[in-house]
């Protein structure tokens, strides 16, 4: 499916101050959080990802972003995880923050890419 001006217009990961707050700030946060003590860090982690897997839905259905209707389920999925290791009920071992957060960073990017690139940069809305 071709984009539409519409689509393009509405589409939030086609616009950088746009982009920057849905995906960018986040994706900081969650860096930035790397730094502070596991409870801190679970915190951040948690806020950010449903930080970024709402803005992904909502993207999704304002203009029917392809990799949106994928990453924005994989952010919220990744939500469990990151609680069950940083509350201590599921240790996931020594590098589990490290192993989180490049899932979280460039899992999303893979998404995008395979999903855009099999399906088009817009899918139809339902």
């Given at each position: 499916m071709s984009a539409t001006s519409e689509?393009?217009?509405k589409d939030w990961a086609g616009n950088i101050r746009a982009y920057a707050l849905a995906w960018?700030?986040?994706?900081?946060?969650?860096?930035?959080?790397?730094?502070?003590?596991a409870p801190a860090r679970t915190?951040?982690?948690?806020?950010?990802?449903?930080?970024?897997?709402?803005?992904?839905?909502?993207?999704?259905?304002?203009?029917?972003r392809t990799h949106c209707r994928f990453t924005g389920p994989f952010y919220m999925i990744l939500i469990m995880p990151v609680l069950l290791h940083g509350f201590g009920l599921f240790?996931?071992?020594p590098y589990a923050w490290?192993?989180?957060?490049a899932i979280i960073l460039f899992g999303g990017k893979i998404i995008w890419w395979v999903t855009e690139a099999a399906w088009g940069k817009f899918s139809?809305?339902?």
């Open positions: 689509q393009t217009a960018g700030a986040p994706s900081v946060a969650i860096i930035a959080g790397s730094l502070v003590d915190l951040i982690w948690t806020v950010a990802l449903i930080w970024m897997g709402t803005a992904c839905l909502m993207n999704a259905r304002r203009c029917g240790p996931l071992g490290w192993i989180l957060g139809a809305r339902r």
